[in-house]
């Protein structure tokens, strides 16, 4: 194990794009089963009979999601922020 000393920053990667018309963001990758290599998508947008209408599947409290080939999404934008850690840790 690490200490913590180890650390110089935080690291959060959030990947968004369009899928069937609607704004999404990519949750994971799946690591294995039938769906292996395929993305888990949440619905990015706030309208519920979008989602719906789109392919999702879910519900207001829980969200709105999907599992796609990676192919399916367009426009993807990858955004990365870094936060830096204090040195009194």
């Known amino acids: 194990m690490l200490p913590n ?8 990667r959030r990947v968004t ?3 069937h018309g609607v704004p999404v963001e990519v949750r994971f ?3 294995s089963g039938l ?3 395929r993305f888990q998508i949440a619905y990015a947008g706030s309208k519920p009979d979008e989602a719906v209408a789109a392919g999702l599947r ?4 829980d969200g709105w999601e ?6 399916e999404i ?13 040195e009194a840790r």
């Open 74 to 86: 367009e426009d993807v934008t990858v955004d990365e922020t870094v936060y830096p850690l204090t």
């Open 17 to 19: 794009g369009w899928w």
């Open 66 to 71: 999907a599992t796609v080939d990676p192919a």
């Open 58 to 61: 879910g519900n207001q409290n």
């Open 35 to 37: 769906s292996r290599g």
């Open 29 to 31: 990758v799946v690591k």
């Open 5 to 12: 000393s180890a650390f110089d920053a935080l690291y959060e």
